[in-house]
C-alpha cells in the first residue's frame, strides 16, 4: 500500500524501521495533521532511546515551514542521509540545503552528526514508477551519466563562447536569442541564450548543479573567464554600474524613471551606451535595488524593535542587496528615497527662490523654474524644474512625510495648504468662463488642457480642465460648486451624462437639423460622414464641427439613449429613426414606380448599374439614386424582402420573379 505523504520520502529499504508500524503510524499522523513541533513530542514518547529518531523526524517538515509545497524545489532536493552512528534502526535524516541554519540541526550535531550530508547516502525511492519524483530523480542520475542535460551544456558552453568572441563579455541579455546567422553554429540558431543563461545561474545558486561541477564544460567555462561563482557581481559591475554612469552623464542625476530601458541595438542612440547595457531595463533594475535596501532596513528595524509578529511572505520579500553593491552606489551618487532627494534638492530651494523673487509662495500651476541664462536669479540646478506642478502636488498629500517633517519651514515661507477657494476663484472659475466664452459651451471634453498663452486667463494656464471638471462632477470643490451653481448653469455647464444628452439635442442637433432642412431640402437625407461646417455662417455657431451625421446613425444604432419627452421632440421635427423605412417610402418605391411606367409596367429589364436621371417622372429625392444597385441587393435577399407587403410591391413592378415563376 502506497502512503501519499511518503511519496517524496526516501528510505534505507533494508532498514527494520520501514517495518515497524508505530514508525508508520507516526509518520502519517505527522505529514497530515500536527506538525513537525508536536511529532517532535510523540517520537520522544514513544522512542525515548533513539536519539536519531528523534533529530531525523524533526527536520521531515522543513520543506513545509519554509512554505514550500510537496512537489516544490526545496521539497524536491532534499537529500538522504543515513547516520550509521546514531541511527539503530537505520532511520533517516532529511537535510534540506535550505535548513541547514535550523535549530534541529543544532540539535543534531549535538548528538554527534555531521553537519552536512554525509558521502554516503542512498537514493533509493519508495515512489512508484512514472510519479513525478522518480522520474525527477531520474533526470537528475541522467545528468551525470552524458545524457541530454550533458549535450545541453555543451550547447551552452558553445553559446557563451561565441556570444563572448562577438561582444567581449557575458551578459548576455534576458531576451537574447541566437540569430540564424553565419556567425553562428547551425545547431545554436533560435537558442533562447538570455533564458538558458539565467536558469543556469539559478541551478547553481540553488546548489543543484553540484554533480556536474566537475564536468567537461563547466571547466571549459571557468577557463573562458565566465563568472561561474560571481554572476550578480558581474553582472553588477559590467552592466549595471556603466548603465547608472552613461544615465547620470546624460540626464544629471539619477532619478531614472521606472519605464526606462537602455536603447536597443537598431536604435540610433544605443551607440552613447556600453554594448553590455543595450536594452537593459535600467528603471526597473534601479526600482528594485531601491525596494531591496528598504525591506532590509525594514526587516532591521523589526529586529530591533522585536516586532516579530509583522513578517514578509516569501512571495514578496526581496534579498539583501550585497553591501559592495551598496557602497559602489552610494559613491556613485545613488538615489535611494526619490522624494526625499527631490524634496530636499528642487522643492524646497525653488519655492525659496520663488518667494524672494516674487513675495509670496502662491506658485501658478504651469509654472516652470526658466533657464539659467534667461534669468541669471535662479540656480541652474533647478532649471526646467515643474515648480507649479510640484505645489500641486505637495497640496494634494503626495509628499505627506517629508511636508510634516518640514512644517516649520513652509510656516516661515508662507506656504499654503488649504487653497480650494482661491484655485477656483483664480484659476478653476475664469477658466470654464473663457471656455464658455470660446467655444459657446460648456461641455469640457476630458483631455482638455488650459493653453499656456493669451487671451487664457494666466493663473489658469497648464491646468487640466477636462479632469478638473470630471473631479467636478464626482464631487470635489463641492462648497465652491453649490456657492456658484447659478453662475455654472448660466455658462452651459454639463452635470452628468444625461444632461449632455438633453443639451445636445436641443442646442445642437435640432438646431441643426432645421438648418438642413432648410439647406437641402425636407427630403434631404444627412450622409453618415456628414459634419457641419466649421465656418459657414447658415450653421448655428454651437452646430459647427459637430458631427450630425454620426450622431444620427449611433441613436438609430441604440448607441445614445434618449429619454422619451427628448424623443417627442425630435418626432415633431420629423426625424426618422429607421433610415429603411423612410428611403423605401420617398425614393426606392416612387423610382421603380417610375421606371416601371416608362418600360412597359415592368422593372425585369433593368440594368444593375442604372442610375436615376434628374427628370420626371422620376421624384426629386430620387435623382442620382444608385437604383440598378438597390435591385441587386433586393434580387439577392439583402435588404427589403422580409416584408410581405413590400415584396408584393416588388414581385408588381417585375422588380422580384413571381412565385413559381422567372421575371418576365
Same mark, same amino acid.
Given at each position: ?376 536669479? @535662479? &540656480?541652474?540646478?533647478?532649471? +526646467?524644474?515643474? *515648480? !507649479?506642478?510640484? #505645489?500641486?502636488?505637495? $497640496?494634494? =498629500?503626495? /509628499?505627506? %512625510? ?53 487671451? @487664457? &486667463?494666466?493663473?489658469?494656464? +497648464?491646468?487640466? *480642465? !477636462?479632469?478638473? #471638471?470630471?473631479?467636478? $462632477?464626482? =464631487?470635489? /470643490?463641492? %462648497? ?185
Amino acid at each position: 500500500m502506497m502512503y501519499p505523504p511518503l511519496a517524496n520520502v526516501q528510505w534505507d529499504p533494508v532498514g527494520a524501521a520501514f517495518r515497524d508500524w508505530r514508525l508508520l503510524l507516526l509518520t502519517t499522523f505527522q505529514n497530515w495533521v500536527v506538525g513537525p513541533a508536536t511529532m517532535f513530542l510523540l517520537a520522544a514518547a514513544f522512542f525515548p532511546n533513539d536519539a536519531g529518531f528523534m533529530a531525523g523526524f524533526s527536520l521531515v517538515d522543513c520543506g513545509p515551514a519554509l512554505g514550500a509545497g510537496p512537489h516544490s524545489d526545496a521539497v524536491d532536493g532534499i537529500e538522504l542521509v543515513v547516520v550509521e552512528e546514531l541511527a539503530s534502526h537505520y532511520l533517516t535524516a532529511f537535510y534540506p540545503p535550505l535548513c541547514r541554519s535550523a535549530p534541529q540541526l543544532q540539535a543534531l550535531a549535538a548528538l554527534g552528526a555531521p553537519s552536512q550530508p554525509s558521502e554516503r547516502w542512498y537514493r533509493t525511492s519508495i515512489s512508484e514508477p512514472g510519479s513525478r519524483g522518480a522520474g525527477k530523480r531520474e533526470r537528475r542520475s541522467a545528468s551525470g551519466s552524458g545524457g541530454k542535460p550533458s549535450k545541453a551544456l555543451a550547447q551552452l558552453a558553445l553559446a557563451l563562447r561565441t556570444f563572448h568572441r562577438h561582444e567581449r563579455h557575458f551578459a548576455v541579455p534576458f531576451s537574447f536569442v541566437v540569430p540564424a546567422s553565419a556567425a553562428w553554429p547551425d545547431e545554436l540558431h533560435g537558442m533562447p541564450l538570455g533564458v538558458k543563461v539565467h536558469r543556469f545561474m539559478q541551478s547553481l545558486d540553488k546548489g543543484r548543479a553540484g554533480a556536474v561541477e566537475k564536468s567537461k564544460q563547466l571547466k571549459e567555462l571557468q577557463s573562458m573567464g565566465f563568472p561561474l561563482h560571481s554572476w550578480r557581481d558581474y553582472q553588477f559591475e559590467e552592466v549595471c554600474l556603466p548603465a547608472l554612469r552613461t544615465y547620470i552623464a546624460q540626464h544629471g542625476d539619477l532619478f531614472v524613471p521606472q519605464k526606462f530601458a537602455v536603447p536597443e541595438q537598431d536604435d540610433e542612440a544605443a551607440a552613447q551606451w556600453p554594448r553590455a547595457t543595450w536594452g537593459y531595463k535600467l528603471g526597473l533594475v534601479v526600482a528594485k535595488m531601491r525596494k531591496q535596501v528598504q525591506q532590509e532596513q525594514q526587516r532591521k528595524q523589526q529586529w530591533k524593535d522585536k516586532k516579530n509578529s509583522v513578517s514578509y511572505s516569501s512571495s514578496a520579500a526581496l534579498p539583501p542587496l550585497p553591501e559592495n553593491h551598496v557602497a559602489a552606489l552610494d559613491k556613485l551618487g545613488f538615489v535611494w528615497h526619490v522624494r526625499d532627494a527631490k524634496w530636499y534638492q528642487f522643492f524646497l530651494p525653488g519655492l525659496r527662490c520663488y518667494r524672494e523673487l516674487h513675495g509670496h509662495a502662491d506658485v501658478p500651476l504651469a509654472f516652470e523654474v526658466p533657464s539659467h541664462s534667461d534669468d541669471p536669479r @535662479w &540656480p541652474q540646478a533647478l532649471e +526646467g524644474y515643474l *515648480l !507649479g506642478r510640484h #505645489v500641486y502636488m505637495v $497640496r494634494s =498629500g503626495k /509628499y505627506a %512625510t517629508q511636508a510634516r517633517d518640514c512644517e516649520q519651514q513652509l510656516q516661515e515661507l508662507g506656504f499654503s495648504f488649504r487653497m480650494s477657494e482661491k484655485a477656483w476663484s483664480e484659476s478653476i472659475f475664469p477658466a470654464l468662463k473663457f471656455f464658455a466664452a470660446e467655444f459657446g459651451h460648456c461641455d469640457v471634453q476630458q483631455d482638455f488642457v488650459v493653453p499656456s498663452e493669451a487671451p @487664457w &486667463p494666466k493663473d489658469s494656464w +497648464g491646468l487640466k *480642465l !477636462g479632469d478638473t #471638471v470630471k473631479n467636478i $462632477r464626482r =464631487g470635489a /470643490y463641492d %462648497t465652491q460648486t453649490r456657492a456658484s451653481r447659478k453662475d455654472l448653469d448660466a455658462l452651459g455647464f454639463v452635470w452628468n451624462a444625461r444632461h449632455r444628452v438633453e443639451k445636445t439635442v436641443r442646442h445642437v442637433v435640432l438646431p441643426a437639423l432645421t438648418t438642413y432642412r432648410r439647406l437641402h431640402g425636407t427630403q434631404g437625407f444627412v450622409p453618415t460622414d456628414f459634419v457641419v461646417p466649421e465656418n459657414d455662417a447658415n450653421w448655428p455657431a454651437l452646430a459647427r464641427c459637430f458631427k450630425l451625421g454620426q450622431w444620427i446613425s449611433r441613436v438609430r444604432s441604440g448607441q445614445v439613449v434618449i429619454p422619451a419627452k427628448l424623443r417627442a421632440e425630435l418626432d415633431e421635427m420629423g426625424f426618422v429613426w429607421r433610415f429603411h423605412d423612410q428611403r423605401w417610402t420617398d425614393v426606392l418605391l416612387p423610382a421603380f414606380r417610375a421606371y416601371a411606367e416608362l418600360h412597359g409596367g415592368t422593372c425585369a429589364s433593368m440594368s444593375t448599374k442604372f442610375q436615376v436621371p434628374p427628370e420626371a417622372p422620376y421624384p426629386v429625392a430620387a435623382y442620382g439614386a444608385n437604383l440598378g444597385g438597390a435591385l441587386w441587393h433586393i434580387r439577392n435577399g439583402d435588404s427589403y424582402v422580409s416584408n410581405e407587403d413590400k415584396q408584393r410591391e416588388l414581385r408588381a413592378l417585375g422588380v422580384l420573379p413571381e412565385e413559381g415563376g422567372g421575371l418576365v
